[in-house]
C-alpha cells in the first residue's frame, strides 16, 4: 500500500482547508485510514482516524467540532474537511493507513495558520 496526501497551504485563522490521501496498491488490506499531525518540536498527534467500513471515527481532543473525517471506500481515498482553523494547527499533516501488516505514511502536507 501506498499513500499520497493532496492540499495543504497557507490560510488565515477562521479559514478552512480540505485535504485528501489517496491510496494504491493492496488496498483491501487497508483496516483504516486518517491523519495525524507534527507541529516543530512536538510529538506527532492523532487527528483523524476513519475504519475502512466507515462505521468508527476517532478525533483528537483539539480538533472535535471542528474538523471532519470521511472515505471514500471505493477509491479507498480520505478527506479531511478543516474548519475554524487556529495558528495552534499549523503542522505537517500525514496520511496513515493501517493495513494488515502495519501502518504506512506519506510524506506529509503542510498547513499553516496565520492569525
Known amino acids: 500500500v501506498q499513500v499520497v496526501e493532496s492540499g495543504g497551504g497557507s490560510v488565515q485563522a477562521g479559514d478552512s482547508m480540505n485535504l485528501s490521501c489517496a491510496s494504491s496498491g493492496t488496498t483491501f488490506t487497508i483496516n483504516a485510514m486518517g491523519w495525524y499531525r507534527q507541529a516543530p518540536d512536538k510529538e506527532r498527534e492523532l487527528v483523524a482516524l476513519?475504519?475502512?467500513?466507515?462505521?468508527?471515527?476517532t478525533y483528537g481532543d483539539s480538533v472535535k467540532g471542528r474538523f471532519a473525517v470521511s472515505m471514500d471506500n471505493s477509491a479507498y481515498t480520505v478527506y479531511l474537511q478543516m474548519t475554524d482553523l487556529k495558528p495552534e494547527d499549523t503542522a505537517r499533516y500525514f496520511c496513515?493507513?493501517?493495513?494488515?501488516?502495519?501502518?504506512?505514511w506519506g510524506q506529509g502536507t503542510q498547513v499553516t495558520v496565520s492569525s
Open positions: 476513519i475504519t475502512s467500513g466507515r462505521e468508527h471515527t
Open positions: 496513515i493507513a493501517n493495513t494488515w501488516t502495519g501502518n504506512i
